[in-house]
């Protein structure tokens, strides 16, 4: 881990295409800015955890009947269970 110390206003560049700047320091409270290519995603790390489990937890319930459901949806057709 690369560790920075940084004044209000000042910036630190990422790959040359990420930007990221203190905009303000109030007690313990930083306050950035991120200047980021529309493709790059940025996510607060604790939202981010929460896809992933959230994610972890849609692929382990038995999702069969759904992937069958949505066949239905798209071919008008209704598929026996086997």
Known sequence: ???LSRKTGESITIDE???VTVLEI???SL???IDAPAYVPI???EVLEDIKEQNRLAASKDNDNDVLRIGELLSGKKHEKQ
Do not use: E
């Open 1 to 3: 881990m690369l560790v």
């Open 43 to 45: 996510w607060r790390t």
């Open 17 to 19: 295409g990420i930007v």
């Open 31 to 33: 306050k950035l800015g």
């Open 26 to 28: 109030r007690g313990d």
